[in-house]
Protein backbone atom coordinates (compact mmCIF):
# COMPACT_ATOMS: atom_id res chain seq x y z
CA UNK A 1 0.00 0.00 0.00
CA UNK A 2 1.58 3.29 -0.77
CA UNK A 3 0.27 6.66 0.28
CA UNK A 4 0.73 9.84 -1.36
CA UNK A 5 -0.06 13.13 0.03
CA UNK A 6 0.04 16.56 -1.64
CA UNK A 7 -1.72 20.31 -1.33
CA UNK A 8 0.71 21.60 1.74
CA UNK A 9 2.64 24.63 1.54
CA UNK A 10 2.67 28.23 2.91
CA UNK A 11 -0.52 30.41 3.92
CA UNK A 12 -1.60 33.38 5.54
CA UNK A 13 -3.25 33.29 9.05
CA UNK A 14 -7.35 33.28 7.71
CA UNK A 15 -6.39 31.49 4.59
CA UNK A 16 -7.93 28.13 3.04
CA UNK A 17 -5.80 24.58 2.07
CA UNK A 18 -7.03 21.77 0.58
CA UNK A 19 -5.20 18.51 1.70
CA UNK A 20 -4.75 15.35 -0.69
CA UNK A 21 -4.27 11.67 0.44
CA UNK A 22 -3.88 9.26 -3.01
CA UNK A 23 -3.83 5.49 -1.68
CA UNK A 24 -3.00 2.96 -4.37
CA UNK A 25 -2.56 -0.86 -3.64
CA UNK A 26 -6.09 -0.78 -1.50
CA UNK A 27 -9.93 0.21 -1.95
CA UNK A 28 -10.46 2.57 0.43
CA UNK A 29 -14.24 2.20 0.18
CA UNK A 30 -14.03 -0.40 2.77
CA UNK A 31 -11.12 1.29 5.10
CA UNK A 32 -11.24 3.85 8.05
CA UNK A 33 -8.49 7.17 6.93
CA UNK A 34 -7.66 9.60 9.55
CA UNK A 35 -5.34 12.48 9.25
CA UNK A 36 -2.56 13.25 11.91
CA UNK A 37 -0.48 16.35 12.13
CA UNK A 38 2.81 16.52 14.31
CA UNK A 39 4.61 19.85 15.05
CA UNK A 40 8.03 20.54 15.72
CA UNK A 41 9.21 19.15 19.54
CA UNK A 42 5.49 18.08 20.02
CA UNK A 43 3.52 14.74 19.63
CA UNK A 44 1.79 13.47 16.54
CA UNK A 45 -1.54 14.00 17.01
CA UNK A 46 -5.38 12.92 15.42
CA UNK A 47 -6.92 15.82 13.37
CA UNK A 48 -9.73 14.25 11.92
CA UNK A 49 -10.97 10.30 10.94
CA UNK A 50 -13.44 9.00 8.84
CA UNK A 51 -15.04 5.93 8.83
CA UNK A 52 -15.28 3.19 6.13
CA UNK A 53 -18.58 4.41 5.13
CA UNK A 54 -18.13 7.85 5.51
CA UNK A 55 -21.18 7.96 7.84
CA UNK A 56 -18.91 9.26 11.21
CA UNK A 57 -16.30 11.75 10.85
CA UNK A 58 -14.40 12.99 14.12
CA UNK A 59 -12.14 16.46 14.74
CA UNK A 60 -9.96 17.49 17.04
CA UNK A 61 -11.75 20.49 19.26
CA UNK A 62 -8.60 22.51 17.94
CA UNK A 63 -9.47 22.03 14.29
CA UNK A 64 -13.97 21.72 14.66
CA UNK A 65 -15.54 23.56 12.25
CA UNK A 66 -12.56 24.82 10.60
CA UNK A 67 -11.74 21.53 8.86
CA UNK A 68 -13.44 19.07 6.83
CA UNK A 69 -12.31 15.67 6.30
CA UNK A 70 -14.08 13.58 3.11
CA UNK A 71 -13.68 10.74 0.70
CA UNK A 72 -14.24 10.33 -3.27
CA UNK A 73 -13.94 6.54 -3.26
CA UNK A 74 -13.84 6.40 -7.46
CA UNK A 75 -10.52 8.64 -7.02
CA UNK A 76 -9.44 6.60 -3.89
CA UNK A 77 -8.74 9.70 -1.89
CA UNK A 78 -8.99 11.18 1.19
CA UNK A 79 -9.39 15.25 1.51
CA UNK A 80 -8.84 17.33 4.35
CA UNK A 81 -10.15 20.97 3.74
CA UNK A 82 -8.66 23.28 5.75
CA UNK A 83 -10.33 26.78 6.33
CA UNK A 84 -9.32 30.11 8.49
CA UNK A 85 -5.87 28.62 9.11
CA UNK A 86 -4.11 29.70 12.42
CA UNK A 87 -0.40 29.78 13.09
CA UNK A 88 -0.77 26.92 15.39
CA UNK A 89 -2.40 24.55 12.40
CA UNK A 90 1.52 24.40 11.48
CA UNK A 91 3.04 20.95 11.80
CA UNK A 92 3.49 18.40 9.23
CA UNK A 93 0.26 16.69 7.92
CA UNK A 94 0.00 12.81 7.77
CA UNK A 95 -2.68 10.67 6.40
CA UNK A 96 -3.07 6.94 7.83
CA UNK A 97 -5.26 4.10 7.19
CA UNK A 98 -6.47 0.84 8.76
CA UNK A 99 -5.72 -2.32 7.71
CA UNK A 100 -9.25 -3.96 9.12
CA UNK A 101 -11.82 -3.97 6.57
CA UNK A 102 -14.89 -2.40 7.57
CA UNK A 103 -12.94 -1.32 11.11
CA UNK A 104 -13.59 1.57 13.06
CA UNK A 105 -11.91 5.05 13.30
CA UNK A 106 -9.03 5.41 16.07
CA UNK A 107 -7.70 8.56 17.53
CA UNK A 108 -4.20 6.77 18.48
CA UNK A 109 -1.86 6.62 15.64
CA UNK A 110 -0.94 2.83 16.63
CA UNK A 111 -3.75 1.66 15.76
CA UNK A 112 -2.94 2.50 11.49
CA UNK A 113 -1.13 0.50 9.41
CA UNK A 114 -0.15 2.50 6.96
CA UNK A 115 1.29 6.06 6.25
CA UNK A 116 1.87 8.85 3.61
CA UNK A 117 5.33 10.57 4.02
CA UNK A 118 3.68 13.84 5.32
CA UNK A 119 3.24 17.12 4.34
CA UNK A 120 4.52 20.50 5.37
CA UNK A 121 1.66 23.18 6.21
CA UNK A 122 2.70 26.51 7.33
CA UNK A 123 0.60 29.22 8.53
CA UNK A 124 1.98 32.36 8.64
CA UNK A 125 2.07 36.25 7.82
Known amino acids: VQVEESGGGLAQPGASLRLSCTVS????????IAWFRQAPGKERVVVAT????????YYSNSVKGRFTISKDNSKNTVYLQMNNLRPEDTAVYYC???????????????????WGQGVQVTVSS
Open 96 to 114: AGRSLRYGETSLDPVDYDY
Open 25 to 32: GRTLHYYP
Open 50 to 57: ISWSTTYT
